[in-house]
C-alpha cells in the first residue's frame, strides 16, 4: 500500500482508556482528572479527553485558556480546569471554565482552585479570599515526584497541613455551600488536589479528593522507566517507510557534518522523517525497527530526513516504526538526555507533516 504522507501517527484510544481505568484504580477513591494541555500530550486533546472520560475521568485539566476554548466546543458538560494563568476572565465565565488562583487575587464569577505553593511555602490559606468568591479546590503542584521522595513527602506534608482547617465547614471565604454543589466531591466541602502521574502511581497519601494525572494516561512513564512496569499502555505509534535505500562505500557518510562515515560497505536507508516532523536532532543513535528489528539511526538527523544503517539491502517502501514495536518515547528520551514529555508534546502530526490516524484498540 502507498503511504499517503510521510509518516502516519496512530493513537489507540482504547490504551488511554485502559490506562484511566489504571489510574482510577491507583488513585483509590479520589477522583482523576486528565490533563490534556499541549493537545493531549502530542496525541490529540479532543481525542484523548473522550477516552480518558470513558476510562473514568471526572474533569479534564488544560494549561491556556485557548486549549480550554477548543475543548468546550467538544465537551458542552464536563468540568475544564485552566491550569496555568488567564487573561480573558469574560471568556472563562462564559465557557464555564474553573480556573486556578496562584496569587493573592481571586477572581469573580467563575469556580477557582487556590494553588499553594508548597514547594516554598510562597502563601496559604491564612490568606483568604473575599466571600462570595466561589473557591471550590485548593491545590499544589510537586515539583520531583518521579526522584525525590524526600522533597515529596515534604510537599504532601506541608499541603496537609496548610489544608488541615479547612476540613471544618466554618472557614469564611471558603464556603460550605459547595458540598451541595455536584461538581465538588470532596469530603470537606473544597476538592484537594496535589498528584501528577508520578505521585498517583507511588504517594498514596498525596491522592487527597482528586488527582491530575497527564504523561501516564498515555502510557509513557514519569520515571522513565519502561510503562509496563506500572501497568501502563503506550497509546502512540509513528511508523514510515524506507524513502531511498543506497549502499555507502568506505569513507562514504551520510547526513550533514558527515557524522557517520562508513567503514565498510553498509547498506543505509533514508526516513523521510526530521526534526521538523518532531523526531529530534539529538535522536542519532538511537532505534527505530526497520523490517521486524531494531536498527540504529545515524548520522545527523535533518530537517525533513533521518538515516537508518540496515542489516542488508532491503526494498523501497519497508516499513520503519519510529516509536512502536517496542521502541519507546522513553528509549528516544534517554539518547536525547530529556524527558518523555518533550518528545511526544514535540511531535508533529499536523496534517502537512504527517497523517493522523485514530483507532479504538
Ligand atoms: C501538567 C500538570 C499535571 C500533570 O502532570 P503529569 O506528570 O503529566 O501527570 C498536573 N498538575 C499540573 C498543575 C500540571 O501542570
Redesign the pocket.
Known amino acids: 500500500m502507498r503511504r499517503v504522507a510521510r509518516s502516519t501517527f496512530t493513537i489507540d484510544l482504547g490504551a488511554i482508556r485502559r490506562n484511566a481505568e489504571t489510574l482510577a484504580r491507583a488513585a483509590g477513591g479520589a477522583e482523576l482528572w486528565a ?1 490534556v ?1 499541549a493537545d493531549g ?1 502530542g496525541h490529540g486533546a479532543v481525542d484523548a479527553a473522550w477516552a480518558a472520560l470513558a476510562g473514568g475521568a471526572s474533569a479534564l ?1 488544560v ?1 491556556t485558556l485557548a486549549e480550554a476554548l477548543e475543548l468546550r466546543e467538544a465537551f458542552r458538560e464536563e468540568r475544564i480546569l485552566v ?1 496555568g494563568p488567564v487573561e480573558d476572565l469574560a471568556a472563562a465565565r462564559e465557557a464555564g471554565l474553573e480556573l486556578v488562583a496562584a496569587d493573592g487575587c481571586v477572581p469573580e464569577g467563575v469556580r477557582v482552585h487556590l494553588k499553594l505553593d508548597t514547594g516554598m511555602g510562597r502563601w496559604g490559606l491564612s490568606e483568604l479570599p473575599a466571600p462570595g468568591r466561589e473557591v471550590v479546590g485548593v ?1 499544589s ?1 510537586l515539583a520531583s515526584a ?1 526522584a525525590d521522595e524526600a522533597f515529596t513527602r515534604s510537599q504532601i506534608e506541608r499541603f496537609r497541613v496548610a489544608t488541615r482547617h479547612v476540613s471544618g465547614r466554618h472557614v469564611q471565604g471558603l464556603t460550605p455551600r459547595h458540598v451541595a454543589d455536584r461538581h465538588s466531591r470532596g469530603s470537606r466541602g473544597l476538592t484537594l488536589h496535589l498528584a ?3 505521585a ?1 502511581l507511588r504517594y498514596e497519601d498525596a491522592r487527597f479528593d482528586a488527582v ?5 494516561l498515555y502510557g509513557i512513564s ?1 520515571f522513565g522507566t519502561d510503562p509496563a512496569d506500572d501497568g501502563l499502555e503506550p497509546a502512540l505509534r509513528w511508523e514510515s517507510e524506507l524513502a531511498h535505500v543506497k549502499l555507502l562505500q568506505p569513507g562514504e557518510s551520510t547526513g550533514y557534518g558527515r557524522r557517520f562515515v562508513a567503514e565498510e560497505p553498509t547498506w543505509i536507508g533514508i526516513v523521510p522523517v526530521g526534526y521538523a516532523d518532531g523526531f529530534r536532532r539529538d535522536l542519532t543513535g538511537t532505534d527505530v525497527v526497520v523490517d521486524g528489528e531494531r536498527r540504529p539511526v545515524v548520522g545527523t538527523v535533518s530537517m525533513d530526513a533521518l538515516a537508518v544503517a540496515l542489516p542488508r539491502e532491503l526494498p523501497r517502501g519497508t516499513a520503519v516504526t519510529l516509536v512502536g514495536d517496542g521502541v519507546l518515547i522513553e528509549d528516544h528520551a534517554r539518547v536525547a538526555g530529556t524527558i518523555g ?1 518533550e518528545i511526544a508534546t514535540g511531535l508533529l502530526t499536523r496534517p502537512a507533516r504527517a497523517q493522523r490516524v485514530v483507532r479504538d484498540g
Open positions: 490533563v494541555k500530550y485539566c494549561a491550569l491545590m503542584h518521579e501528577n502521574s508520578a498517583t491530575r494525572c497527564g504523561i501516564a514519569p514529555y
